[in-house]
C-alpha cells in the first residue's frame, strides 16, 4: 500500500478494538500515524504522535488534525447499550460531524468512516424483523428502533453532507461484527447452537485485521464522493449450509440468487469492487446439516 507511505493519519478512537489493529496496519505501510483516543493508549502503541482528547470538542479534533493528510474516524460508542440513549446517539453523531467537518473544512481530501451493518436498523431491532430480501445490499429497506443505529445511519448521511459542501471523499465501511480470531469462533458457537440468532446480521462476520486492511484500502482507493459499503468474510458464522439456514429461518424472503456452501448472504461486489476488499481470514468451520431440533 505505497499511498500511505509518509501520509500524516488521523485515526479517532485508536485505542479501540478495530483502532488498535489499524494504527499498527497503517504504521507498518509507512503511515504516520496521529492517534486520538479519549482514554491514553498503553505505552509502546503504534503512533507517533497521540492527542488525549474528546471527538465531540472542536478543540481536541482541532489539534488533532494538525498536519493531517488523510483521516480515519473510528470513535463511537459501539452499541446501543454502551451508554444512554443520549450518551450514544450525541457522542456518535457530534463526533461523526465534528471530525469530518473539521477535515473537510481544513482540506483534508479523504476520509475512512466505521459505519455499522446496523444501519439498516434490523439486527438491533426491538422488534422480530426479516431481512427484505437475501442478499443484504445498498438497497435493503431500512427499519430503525434504536439510537445506535441511528447514529450510524445519521453518520452516512453526514459523510455525504461533507462531500456536497466540501468535496472530500468519503468511505464508509458498514462493518458486521468484528472481532479476534478467538472472539469469533465463541460467535460461531453460539450460531451452531442458536442459528436463528444471526439471521438479521445474514451471519456476517469481519477479523480484525481484514477490518484494519479495509481501512487502509478505503484510504488508497480511487473512489469519489460518499460510499457506504457492506464487507464482510466471504462465508458465514454458522456451520450449516446458508440455503438450509434461509429455508428454515427466512423462508418468504426472496433470494435474489443461490448462495452455495456457507456463502455469507451479503452483497460483497461494492466492496470489492471499489476497494479491492476480500477477506483474508475465515472461521474454519465444517458444513453440517441443519439438525432437525433447531429448526423450529
Ligand atoms: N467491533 C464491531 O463489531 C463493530 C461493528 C460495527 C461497527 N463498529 C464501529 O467501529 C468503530 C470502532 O469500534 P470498536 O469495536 O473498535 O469499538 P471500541 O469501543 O473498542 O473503540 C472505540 C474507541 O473510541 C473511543 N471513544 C469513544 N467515545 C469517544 C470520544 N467521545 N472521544 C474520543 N474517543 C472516544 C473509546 O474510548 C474506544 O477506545 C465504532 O465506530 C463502532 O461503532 C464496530
Known amino acids: 500500500m505505497r499511498g500511505l507511505r509518509m501520509q500524516r493519519v488521523l485515526v479517532t478512537g485508536a485505542a479501540g478494538r478495530i483502532g488498535t489493529v489499524a494504527c499498527a496496519l497503517l504504521a507498518e505501510h509507512g503511515a504516520r500515524v496521529t492517534a486520538l483516543s479519549d482514554v491514553a493508549p498503553p505505552a509502546g502503541f503504534p503512533a507517533d504522535r497521540v492527542v488525549v482528547g474528546d471527538t465531540r470538542?472542536?478543540?481536541?479534533?482541532?489539534?488533532?488534525?494538525?498536519?493531517?493528510?488523510?483521516?480515519?474516524?473510528?470513535?463511537?460508542?459501539?452499541?446501543?447499550?454502551?451508554?444512554?440513549?443520549?450518551?450514544?446517539?450525541?457522542?456518535n453523531v457530534v463526533s461523526t460531524f465534528n471530525v469530518l467537518a473539521q477535515a473537510a473544512g481544513r482540506g483534508i481530501r479523504r476520509a475512512v468512516v466505521a459505519g455499522s451493518i446496523n444501519a439498516y436498523g434490523l439486527p438491533q431491532n426491538d422488534h422480530d424483523l426479516i431481512p427484505a430480501y437475501f442478499p443484504i445490499d445498498e438497497h435493503?429497506?431500512?427499519?430503525?428502533?434504536?439510537?445506535?443505529?441511528?447514529?450510524?445511519h445519521n453518520d452516512e448521511s453526514a459523510s455525504r453532507m461533507v462531500w456536497r459542501h466540501w468535496g472530500m471523499d468519503v468511505v464508509t465501511l458498514r462493518f458486521p461484527h468484528v472481532n479476534s480470531a478467538a472472539a469469533l469462533a465463541q460467535v460461531a458457537q453460539t450460531h451452531a447452537d442458536d442459528p436463528r440468532s444471526g439471521l438479521r446480521e445474514a451471519w456476517s462476520y469481519l477479523d480484525t485485521r481484514d477490518a484494519a486492511r479495509a481501512i487502509a484500502l478505503g484510504l488508497i482507493a480511487s473512489t469519489?464522493?460518499?460510499?457506504?459499503?457492506?464487507?464482510?468474510?466471504?462465508?458465514?458464522?454458522a456451520p450449516y449450509r446458508t440455503e438450509d439456514l434461509l429455508d428454515v429461518f427466512a423462508p418468504d424472503a426472496p433470494r435474489l440468487r443461490r448462495f452455495p456452501g456457507r456463502e455469507v448472504p451479503?452483497?460483497?461486489?461494492?466492496?470489492?469492487?471499489?476497494l479491492g476488499f476480500e477477506a483474508h481470514h475465515e472461521l474454519e468451520l465444517p458444513t453440517l446439516d441443519l439438525p432437525g431440533g433447531l429448526a423450529g
Open 140 to 152: 435493503i429497506p431500512r427499519d430503525i428502533s434504536d439510537w445506535y443505529s441511528l447514529s450510524k
Open 224 to 237: 469519489t464522493g460518499a460510499h457506504a459499503l457492506f464487507l464482510a468474510a466471504r462465508t458465514t458464522s
Open 266 to 274: 451479503m452483497d460483497l461486489v461494492p466492496s470489492q469492487v471499489l
Open 57 to 91: 470538542s472542536e478543540a481536541d479534533v482541532a489539534a488533532a488534525l494538525e498536519g493531517a493528510d488523510l483521516v480515519v474516524h473510528l470513535a463511537a460508542r459501539p452499541h446501543r447499550t454502551a451508554g444512554t440513549p443520549y450518551e450514544v446517539y450525541t457522542t
